[in-house]
């Protein structure tokens, strides 16, 4: 056992076989984006048991309007950084737009470099096609954990026609406790269901062995997932009902950006004191004298 910050005795390190068991035992899996190395020591310290390198990244890390530009070499960048970051959280890559969905074996190939180039300890995938469910089985079976994504599946937002809550028919609703079931049998160890109404949600979390993990879809989930940047308060370009905001970071970051610039604007920084590196005092006297013999051309400067 080792302790966080906070003094709260945490299991070692999360697994995949791990999180299982926490559905059991009904303890709730807490997991946020991440896709930084700075964020994923602090999320790790703070107790989060799984860190998804998200493909969200295109959107609150590098400005796109949605999910679907993202590269593998950007995701596995990202994924690089949260490994290093992280010593206790189970790290999960999400496998971006076009590396999964032209073969089986481009799916298996690319997963593959998330593990052996980034070290995750596990993929992501959306939906629950022949191609995807071929993928999972694949994966699985060479020893690549996998997670699942249902509901809302945003690398599909052109064909769904915008950010929309699924599985609201009856029609629907079954479909997706279908596709849940066909993903645990393909062998996903855990499922995503992204904007599903709560009752759906609840239906899949009771049908399921493997834990469901919601965002937007309840409070009946094995556990609740959000991205990083909405908890934290500094994406503000889209603003979904399901999430909770704990802190207003774009506030906070904004004024002290600014104190920053007044300093240096008014001369208060740096304080040559204490944040800078004085010359040796024994030789500040020849100081002036090493400009006029170096360069002769050179006016000595008053040292102050
Ligand atoms: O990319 C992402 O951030 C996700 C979560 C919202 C589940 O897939």
């Known amino acids: 056992m080792s302790s966080t910050n906070t003094g709260t005795p945490t299991p070692k390190s999360i697994t995949a076989p791990g999180l299982l068991k926490q559905k059991q035992q009904g303890r709730k899996i807490v997991s946020l984006t991440c896709y930084d190395y700075t964020t994923a020591r602090l ?46 959280s189970l790290v999960v890559a999400d496998m971006p737009f ?17 593990m052996q ?10 939906g629950a ?32 026609g915008g ?28 499922l995503v269901l992204e904007m599903v109404p709560v009752e759906v949600a ?3 979390t009771s049908q399921l062995d493997i834990p469901t ?34 802190l207003e970071s774009d506030v906070l970051i904004k004024e002290a950006i600014q104190a920053f610039r007044q300093d240096i ?6 304080n040559n004191e204490t944040e800078a590196f004085g010359f040796p005092s024994d030789l500040l006297p020849s100081l002036g004298d090493t400009g006029r013999s170096e360069n002769t051309d050179q006016t000595p400067q008053p040292v102050s």
């Not at 076009?98 to 998330?114: C, D, K």
């Open 129 to 160: 096609s022949p191609m995807v469910l071929d993928g999972i089985r694949h994966m699985t079976a060479i020893g690549i954990p996998v997670m699942g994504h249902l509901g809302f599946t945003p690398q599909s937002v052109h064909t769904i």
């Open 202 to 204: 609840a239906m899949v």
């Open 98 to 114: 076009m590396s999964y969905q032209l073969s089986t074996h481009q799916a298996v190939e690319n997963a593959g470099r998330f």
């Open 117 to 126: 180039e980034a070290r995750v300890s596990a993929v992501k995938l959306e």
């Open 43 to 88: 999320l790790d310290d703070a107790g989060v048991d799984i860190l998804l390198v998200g493909d969200s990244l295109a959107m609150t890390v590098l400005g796109y309007p949605d999910t679907v530009s993202v590269t593998m070499e950007e995701m596995l960048h990202h994924a690089r950084a949260v490994s290093r970051g992280t010593s206790r």
């Open 265 to 270: 604007e008014t001369g208060a920084f740096p």
């Open 213 to 246: 993990i919601g965002i937007g879809s309840g409070n009946n989930c094995d556990g609740q997932i959000l991205v990083v940047d909405d908890v934290l308060g500094r994406y503000p370009d889209l603003s979904p009902r399901f999430v909770r905001r704990y």
């Open 163 to 190: 950010f929309k809550v699924q599985g609201k028919s009856l029609k629907d609703a079954k479909t997706l406790l279908e596709d849940a079931q066909k993903l645990q049998d393909a062998g996903v160890f855990a």
